[in-house]
């Protein structure tokens, strides 16, 4: 018997059990066999604090402070380590940087470069793909491992209890209590965390909660050599003002993404080969690299609600079933901040003071917010 049971031992799931057993007992509830399987171990995350709709980039200023300065004895190392991001446009799109650069936060300014500039900044890049482009000198690298894992520390330290192989079966509300059927067991708790990510809507309706109309969309990425010769790990990360592609330096490598956003069941996800293609096809047209050999290929699931902001509170309709759900692909920048508002909601029924401040609104990531929209199998059994 727990106050808490949190379902899903990703970033989010790993996060809020930790900031829970602060205040009780937790059952963190992974179906895989290791936590953060899926989307949370694919993630190679920058912490841009410009990126995203208005609620979102208040979420991610929210989570600054905990990643620059985590508690004493949180994490081994630093969590962040400087990067930054160029932007670049190709002719006719130059307007795109001037939204860039007039819409970033004033702690965290975005500012032009000429194409000659950004040519020297990043020298992979070929000249006629740059007819401008910004910088943004306050996007940083998140080691995500480290930060999922001091997580996982810091939750088993305060006498957490983490069930890896649990794929629940069934969800069931008995006397008051919540009763989570598992792969050879049954946990009970007070409170459920649907943390799921790309399942949550599927541990929504075990619950019999309303369905958000989650949509886990695909996004895959490869590795490649770098050019022969070049010192590239300081490089900043790369993206484009019209589309979603980017590359970035990783362990002496580079890894690229078409930024493929390809809506899909959620599961195991795996790169099609079409998507590598299309990578590697945008590396050799916007770089001088030669792509002779894909080091490594992935894929991972990002879920999202139709106003791509995250899910975060009470159902509304069950009383004490707690989404934490849609972080798109901001789930690891929005990590602690989150972790600390849900916490705050659960106990408090209110938001952090410091969220407020920022501008995000109990009202913009409750659940309350969309239309319940019918699960697959209603639809189907309609029809």
């Not at 900031?19 to 953060?36: D, F, H, M, P």
């Not at 598992?182 to 619950?207: F, K, L, Q, R, Y």
């Not at 690229?256 to 299309?278: R, Y």
């Not at 029924?349 to 407020?356: A, H, K, S």
């Amino acid at each position: 018997m727990y106050h808490y049971a949190v379902i899903g031992a990703g970033i989010a799931g790993a996060s809020v059990a930790f900031e829970l057993a602060q205040i009780g007992t937790v059952a963190l509830i992974e179906a895989e066999s290791r936590a953060g399987y899926h989307s949370t171990g694919r993630s190679a995350a920058l912490y841009t604090p410009n990126y995203g709709n208005a609620v979102v980039r208040g979420i991610n200023a929210g989570s600054g402070p905990f990643l620059v300065d985590p508690p004493s004895g949180f994490a081994d190392h630093p969590l962040l380590s400087p990067r930054g991001l160029l932007t670049i446009a190709g002719a006719g799109q130059e307007a795109r940087l001037d939204t860039i650069v007039a819409s970033a936060a004033d702690e965290a300014p975005v500012h032009h470069l000429s194409a000659t500039q950004a040519l020297a900044l990043v020298p992979l890049l070929r000249p006629e793909v740059v007819a401008a482009a910004s910088y943004e000198s306050g996007v940083m690298d998140i080691d995500v491992d480290a930060l999922h894992q001091a997580y996982l520390r810091g939750f088993k330290a305060l006498d957490g209890h983490l069930l890896c192989n649990a794929r629940v079966r069934g969800i069931d509300r008995r006397a008051g209590q919540w009763s989570i059927e598992v792969a050879g067991s049954t946990v009970e708790a007070a409170v459920v965390i649907n943390a799921a990510g790309a399942w949550a809507d599927e541990i929504g309706a075990m619950a019999g909660a309303r369905t958000l109309g989650l949509v886990p969309k695909r996004r895959s990425a490869i590795v490649a050599d770098a050019p022969v010769g070049m010192s590239i790990q300081s490089l900043p990360a790369v993206d484009m003002a019209d589309s979603e592609a980017y590359l970035k330096p990783e362990a002496g490598l580079i890894m690229a993404s078409f930024g493929d956003e390809t809506p899909t069941e959620p599961q195991d996800a795996q790169p099609e080969e079409l998507d590598i293609a299309l990578a590697a096809d945008w590396l050799q047209r916007h770089t001088v690299i030669d792509v002779c050999r894909i080091a490594h290929s992935w894929a991972g699931l990002r879920t999202f609600v139709s106003d791509g902001a995250p899910v975060v509170g009470f159902d509304g309709a069950l009383d004490d079933f707690f989404w934490l759900a849609a972080q798109g692909g901001y789930g690891i920048m929005m990590g602690p901040a989150l972790a600390k508002a849900s916490k705050s909601l659960i106990r408090h029924n209110r938001l952090p003071d410091d969220l407020e401040q920022r501008g995000v609104s109990q009202s913009a990531i409750s659940p309350a917010r969309l239309s319940e929209v019918p699960s697959r199998s209603a639809i189907e059994s309609s029809t």
